[in-house]
């Protein structure tokens, strides 16, 4: 099975360009679309339907900065076992329970000003460790390194989610 990046003719960095990759995922989608295939036989319609769920998912993979740095980790032999692997340093856990706390405690203040503070410290946080990631895998090759970034960044995004819910929960 091809990569991701092949599948759209990209190569596989971790700083990709959105722009080229926008318009692969278009070429290949007018390509493989089942409208295109609605008065074939059975077998092009279902083919038709398999490359487009595969265009799809690998195109989702690619946009999203954990799922596009697990793939190029996969490509390079590197297992990055997020369920299994929950090991973090005791300093980041430190910063994230210091987080929630702060989350619970405009939760209950129902402060949505504050919930934005967070927010903003949070996108800042992530775009400092995509950052790292992308210098890790694209300019050291450092694929074992990048993992525990890699994870670091899907901890900051269970938060955000967190942080989505609350200002559900404070209106």
Known sequence: MRSHFELFDLDPAYAIDSAALDQSYRDLQALVHPDRYASAGDAERRA????????????????DPVQRAKHILELNGVDVAFETNTQMPTDFLMQQLEMREELEAAVGKKDS???DGLRKKLASQQRRLEASIGESIDARKDYAGAVELVRKLLFLRKIEDEIQSAYEAIE
Do not use: I, P
């Open 48 to 63: 038709s339907m398999q490359l487009t769920t595969r265009v799809n998912e690998a195109y989702r993979a690619l946009k």
């Open 113 to 115: 000003s504050f919930l």
